[in-house]
């Protein structure tokens, strides 16, 4: 598991994964369900699109 820059440069290059971060990436704390257990996105390893993908494919 690769997280932050490891030595590329710039966050979220090639292989690298991290966590949605509410008020970030994953919308503010009112959308913050779209990462709780059960979705998508949770627990996963996804790159920055995969975890677009994960947040968008989440229903209430």
Same mark, same amino acid.
């Given at each position: 598991?690769?997280?932050?820059? +490891?030595?590329? +440069?710039?966050?979220?290059? $090639? +292989?690298?994964?991290?966590?949605? %971060?509410? +008020? &970030?990436?994953?919308? @503010?704390? @009112? &959308?913050?369900?779209?990462?709780? $257990? &059960?979705?998508? %996105?949770?627990?996963?390893?996804? &790159?920055? @699109?995969? %975890?677009? !993908?994960?947040?968008? !494919? !989440?229903?209430?």
């Amino acid at each position: 598991m690769k997280i932050g820059t +490891g030595g590329s +440069g710039h966050i979220g290059g $090639p +292989g690298r994964i991290g966590p949605p %971060v509410a +008020g &970030d990436d994953a919308g @503010d704390l @009112d &959308d913050s369900r779209r990462q709780r $257990p &059960d979705t998508p %996105v949770y627990g996963t390893n996804r &790159d920055a @699109d995969g %975890v677009r !993908a994960g947040l968008a !494919a !989440a229903t209430r």
